[in-house]
Every structure is written in structure tokens, then in C-alpha cells.
């Protein structure tokens, strides 16, 4: 599913936060609630604004949490690479 509005707004705040017009706290608090995957990911991964301004449907994987932590932690000593696998 993708939300146009939510993926607008997440572009625009990530726009804001890197030129430096909006806070941190800000640019958290206005995150737009949606169920379109690919704002929760840009959000907890990273911002990309070209994805958010495309119609292409989400299709990275989802990769828990845990996995991730064990793998930045143990600088990939520990848990599964995601860019890997597949």
C-alpha cells in the first residue's frame, strides 16, 4: 500500500531536517502515521527522499530488530547480514 500524503510529508521533514530548519524533536514529532511500510523503514533506517517521491511499492526486507542490533554491535560478528541474504 502506498500512503502519497504520508510519503509527501515524511519527504518534506526529511528536506527540513537536513537543510537544518526543524529540530530533531521536531522532525519526530510531526512523523506522519501511516500503514505504508516504507515510512516506518525510511524513518528507523534512514530518509530517501527520491523512494518516498516515487510510486514504487516497498519491497526491502524486514529484517527484526534483534538481528539488526546483534549485527551493528558485534560489527557483523554476530546476527545476519541483511544485505547478504536473500
Known sequence: MIDRSARNKLAELLR???AGL???DEFEDT???SKDK?????FFNGGWV???K??????WPNVPFL???????TFGLL???WASSG
Open 22 to 24: 526543524i529540530s530533531n
Open 31 to 33: 512523523m506522519p502515521k
Open 54 to 59: 516515487s510510486n514504487y511499492e516497498y519491497s
Open 79 to 81: 546476527g545476519t547480514s
Open 38 to 42: 516504507a515510512i516506518n523503514e525510511v
Open 50 to 52: 527520491l523512494f518516498l
Open 16 to 18: 527540513s531536517l537536513a
Open 67 to 73: 538481528q539488526r542490533t546483534l549485527h551493528a554491535v
